[in-house]
């Protein structure tokens, strides 16, 4: 395979999701971090070279002249999953599979992880008029998320069938550090219990 | 194939994806039809049959007690498509494919389509103050997402290579009726070129 290298920022569950599945496939990855708080992913290179959305993570395959990059942290992951046991093969299984990682990026993402990027890492304080008055909102959709998940979770190991796959990887990013946005974990039973059954999974390496 | 039916609003660009996916592949799609601004997706016998996650669409596969029911309209885009042209099957196209539907979802949807929602459907008049005090970060966040996809199409026929994919189902849906939330799509040239070249294609069906 060609080389890969993930542009990331430590502290995103977006990047970790990359890294989470690569360990788990034993794939070798090279990392180049950027601090998105002070705009690095914004420089004229970066937008010209590497994104023009101007986000991380992006995932590169290849250097130089022939190098691909490829946006987006689920695309990513789906890419080094390709053809591995993370993807199932099955027609319904296989589109359940991306239905929740829609969800993730819909419904989860914008709520979880915003909130824990505002209060953990922006810091309160710092926080705009306009973004104060979303947190509620967001307190509450992001609540909807997790108590969806959680009940389709006690009645599953995972959330596509009995093994783990992409859309589990997807969710625990920011599910497992979403106590630093203020969410109470100990109101999901069925997540903690998943927590656990991930973190004990052959190759699973801890975010930061 | 299992009979299928689409829960749906028509008003939906998101249901109008899958009835597009259908139309373009030829497969036949029973639809029942919900007024999501008169709560008809929240009802208990929704939530319990249809979708914990009181959403539209829902695309059912399957009648009676062997139904299965999928959720997250790219994800149903995706197994109406499996096998098929509309899904590249090479690694690095499908990914590519890929992250095109998940910017949709993530920068292209929640600003897009929601304020054709607000504006077209729900009424200015309607809005609360908290989406009024929206609406501005909507707009701007909504022509960065026309702005990248005019840039990507000024190189490209389609999102992904040179025949369409379900990106371009998935992108097509919301851009195309984009005015009817105040967007200019005089502003995007090679966006417009491109609806037509949708427009145009075999089996091709409107929203409405």
């Not at 989470?20 to 992913?41: F, M, Q, W």
């Not at 106590?179 to 219990?193: A, K, T, V």
């Amino acid at each position: 395979m060609a080389p890969l290298t993930l542009h990331e920022d430590p502290r995103s569950g977006n990047c970790y999701k990359i890294r989470l599945t690569a360990a788990l496939l034993g794939v070798p990855l090279t990392t180049r971090s950027y601090d998105i708080t002070k705009g690095e992913t914004r420089t004229p290179e970066f937008l010209a070279q590497v994104n023009a959305n101007g986000r991380i993570p992006v995932l590169q395959i290849g250097e130089g002249a022939d190098a691909r990059f490829l946006p987006e942290s689920n695309a990513a992951c789906w890419y080094l999953a390709h053809g591995s046991a993370l993807i199932p093969a099955e027609r319904f299984a296989q589109a359940d599979m991306l239905r929740w990682m829609f969800f993730e990026q819909y419904n989860h993402e914008p709520n979880v992880a915003t909130l824990r990027f505002w209060l953990s890492i922006m810091g309160e304080a710092n926080l705009s008029p306009e973004q104060r008055a979303l947190v509620g909102a967001k307190r509450a959709a992001g609540n909807a998320a997790l108590a969806l998940m959680d009940s389709h979770l006690a009645g599953h190991a995972f959330f596509c069938g009995d093994t783990p796959s992409l859309a589990d990887i997807a969710l625990f990013a920011y599910t497992h550090v979403a106590e630093e946005g203020g969410f109470r974990l100990g109101d999901y039973p069925h997540i903690q219990s998943w927590i656990a059954r991930i973190q004990a999974l052959s190759g699973f390496i801890p975010m930061i």
